[in-house]
């Protein structure tokens, strides 16, 4: 039996100054709610994030997990959770105050289904480019998650978002837990930790049920729109297709699939001349592909360990 019927795990690392606005906003929206509780895993900070969560001591479950990895994180949130529904949000983001309502509710109308995702709409630092915010690349980097369909099973090969999705406990407790070679690892990644575990259990036949009016907004910050890390997501996100995904069967050279080559040459000549005509946002979408197409030639020479 579950002693609560949700538990909220906000997994952080070294982002104290996002847990100043996060964390009071989930603790107004459960404070009357007593089925619930906040897990708060701090993944080995080094900066205030102890101090902040002592603020809260009496709202929230503080647990350290000193092995680096957001999904090491997960993982041991999962192990120590005791509510019936585990709902997964990042560090930056704010629930509409319908959310926690929609989550309980979508559960209880879908009850032969396990996962969940709900709606995920950023709000961009002032004066952020219109190229970053309408970019081909904004979904993924800045984990927009707004399907064209309405509630339901999810469509085609779409998953719910990591910052805004929700699982019954009894998936959980058959022994599936995050893959802890991949995702967010103190300031380096390799992208896609929520991407693989939906994946692999859209492959055992668990299939997400999507819930729009369950809405977070995620907060980007001013670094998160700069070129650099525009492109350092895209090259982590590389690396997470190559060990998600893989190459099977492809022809390689020094143990390289072949096609990247092209693609890389191909890509870099068109950010090129996109950039030399001033077209500032089709430049950077060729760009992102080679950095992306770069990650995916590091993944592949440099594969994590077998996945479980």
Same mark, same amino acid.
């Given at each position: 039996m579950f002693s609560l019927l949700i538990s909220i795990i906000i997994p952080t690392? !070294?982002?104290? /100054?996002m847990l100043e606005f996060t964390l009071p906003t989930i603790v107004e929206l459960g404070k009357n709610n007593k089925e619930l509780e906040i897990i708060l895993v701090d993944n080995n900070s080094s900066d205030n994030t102890k101090q902040v969560a002592a603020r809260y001591i009496d709202q929230i479950r503080y647990e350290f997990v000193a092995k680096q990895g957001k999904n !090491?994180? &997960?993982n041991k949130a999962i192990d120590v959770a005791l509510g019936e529904i585990l709902v997964f949000i990042d560090d930056d983001v704010t *629930? /509409?105050?319908k959310w926690l309502d929609e989550i309980i509710r979508s559960c209880e109308d879908w009850p032969e289904h396990d996962i969940f995702g709900g709606k995920? &709409? *950023?709000?961009f630092p002032i004066d952020t480019p219109d190229w970053v915010m309408h970019g081909e690349f904004a979904p993924f980097v800045f984990a927009i998650h707004d399907l064209p369909q309405n509630e339901g099973p999810y469509q085609d090969d779409a998953t719910p978002s990591g910052p805004n999705c929700w699982i019954r406990k009894r998936l959980f407790d058959t022994g599936v837990r995050y893959d802890g070679n991949i995702g967010p690892k103190g300031t380096g990644r390799v992208s896609g930790s929520? &991407?693989?575990f939906f994946t692999r259990m859209k492959v055992q036949?668990?299939? *997400?049920v999507y819930i729009p009016v369950a809405e977070v907004q995620h907060n980007i910050q001013n670094f998160q729109t700069t070129t650099k890390y525009l492109l350092k997501r895209s090259y982590a996100s590389g690396m997470g297709y190559a060990y998600i995904y893989g190459f099977e069967g492809v022809n390689r050279i020094f143990g390289i699939p072949r096609y990247l080559f092209l693609q890389i040459v191909v890509n870099? &000549?068109?950010g090129c001349w996109q950039f030399l005509i001033n077209h500032k946002k089709r430049?950077?979408?060729?760009f992102m592909i080679v950095a992306h197409r770069c990650g995916c030639i590091k993944g592949s020479l440099n594969p994590p360990p077998i996945k479980k």
């Open positions: 690392y !070294n982002r104290s /100054d !090491n994180a &997960l *629930p /509409d105050q995920v &709409l *950023p709000k929520e &991407l693989e036949g668990v299939i *997400p870099t &000549l068109k430049s950077m979408e060729f």
